[in-house]
């Protein structure tokens, strides 16, 4: 199996920057992908994008084109989310997750425990 810890959640300030880092232990062939999803207070889960442990072109909510940068360390033992620009919509808890690559909860195998992202204006 792959597990996942997050690391990097706190408080930005409206328009601020945080990274976030998800440590991955292990590899299996369902986590093709490994992504981030947010889930906000009375809201869904979301995915916001996953990047392939293989290499390539990293899949991106529209929600967060353009603010939200995905990327692996070379040894892809560590996936980061660097997340600019940030507004009070950002804020909730994120989820580190390996599975499809592709932007569904319903496609992902494993998770970690979450860390949780506050925005003060």
């Known amino acids: 199996g792959v597990r996942l810890v997050e690391s990097g959640g706190g408080s930005a300030n409206s328009g601020g920057s945080l990274r976030l880092s998800c440590a991955v232990d292990g590899a299996a062939r369902d986590a093709e992908c490994v992504g981030w999803f947010r889930q906000a207070p009375g809201k869904e889960r979301e995915g916001l994008s996953a990047?392939?442990?293989?290499?390539?072109?990293?899949i991106v909510a529209d929600s967060v084109e353009g603010r939200f940068l995905i990327s692996q360390a070379i040894d892809r033992r560590t996936v980061y989310l660097q997340m600019n620009s940030l507004t009070s919509e950002d804020a909730g808890t994120y989820f580190c997750a390996a599975g499809e690559c592709r932007l569904r909860s319903d496609g992902i195998v494993y998770w970690g425990k979450g860390t949780l992202v506050a925005i003060s204006s």
């Open positions: 990047i392939y442990r293989g290499g390539g072109v990293p």
